[in-house]
């Protein structure tokens, strides 16, 4: 653990060295300055994979149906993202949590918990969902802008702890947990994009939130404290999908076949 937080120091320095670089975003089109290009991410990932393996080595090993799914699945999703310059790769976790994230490139991890409650739509919008955040760089951007922080902070104060770095914390884990609901936002429309590309129905998305929202609830309470989840209240999250479905499917009603040289000139919608 000791050399693997020496390795990813060494990167992060490297990094900030190396000074910005644009970089076209897939999955908006728009240029961003980053400091950790695409050969640094796949060096983060594979340094993030070696630990998590030797962690998952010690423990049971998932079913080999379970992995064949995840796979199948989740390589028709990767062929049709955005992003191409990383290996997608998906892994099963023995694990009863119904939970699913992202580490740095593509590397994709599921719970057995999640695999076994969800329908292949369902599981489907899920590892889209984990690759959208892979396409968007989302978790990139995050440790990029928590070096920032890091690296102003101790310029700032020396690494001396304060009432003002306190405060300053604390608006810190707000603007950061903002940026955290957004990007799950982002992940959500491009889930839906990319199951629908991918010939999955992209109502599995719907369907697994509303499955979350009924087994974890969702009241007053979340709705009062939602500037300090990371995470967006499903009712949010369920909106928007239905907003990108109908999007979709009103994209679709407009394509029109060839009218045809003799007979019924009306153009017809697409079934």
């Keep these: 653990m000791q050399n693997a937080h020496r390795t990813l120091g060494f990167l992060a320095w490297m990094a900030v060295l190396a000074g910005c670089a644009s970089y076209q975003n897939p999955a908006t089109g728009r240029f961003e300055s980053v400091l950790i290009d695409t050969s640094a991410e796949a060096a983060l990932a594979r340094l993030a994979a070696a630990q998590l393996q030797q962690q998952l080595a010690l423990g049971p090993k998932p079913p080999a149906a379970y992995v064949e799914r995840v796979r199948t699945l989740g390589g028709r999703i990767a062929a049709v993202a955005d992003r191409k310059d990383v290996a997608y790769r998906f892994q099963v976790i023995p694990d009863t949590g119904v939970n699913a994230f992202t580490m740095f490139g593509g590397d994709v ?157 009306t153009p017809k919608e697409q079934p």
């Excluded at 902070?153 to 003002?164: I, K, L, T």
């Excluded at 992940?187 to 010939?199: C, N």
Aim: charged share 20%.
């Design 109 to 265: 991890y599921v719970f057995t918990g999640l695999i076994e409650k969800s329908t292949d739509d369902e599981l489907a919008c899920v590892l889209a969902h984990e690759v959208g955040h892979a396409v968007a760089r989302h978790g990139v951007k995050a440790l990029q802008a928590n070096l920032g922080y890091g690296i102003l902070m101790q310029a700032a104060f020396q690494g001396q702890p304060s009432v003002a770095t306190q405060v300053i914390d604390t608006a810190f884990n707000l603007v950061h947990n903002g940026f955290s609901r957004r990007d799950e936002l982002q992940a959500d429309l491009l889930a839906v994009r990319y199951a629908h590309r991918a010939g999955y129905n992209p109502e599995g998305m719907i369907t697994f939130l509303q499955k979350l929202q009924q087994e974890r609830g969702e009241g007053p309470m979340e709705a009062a404290t939602v500037y300090w989840r990371t995470h967006p209240l499903y009712k949010d999250r369920i909106a928007l999908a239905q907003a990108e479905i109908a999007r979709l499917q009103g994209q679709r009603a407009m394509v029109r076949p060839p009218l045809a040289a003799t007979g019924d000139q």
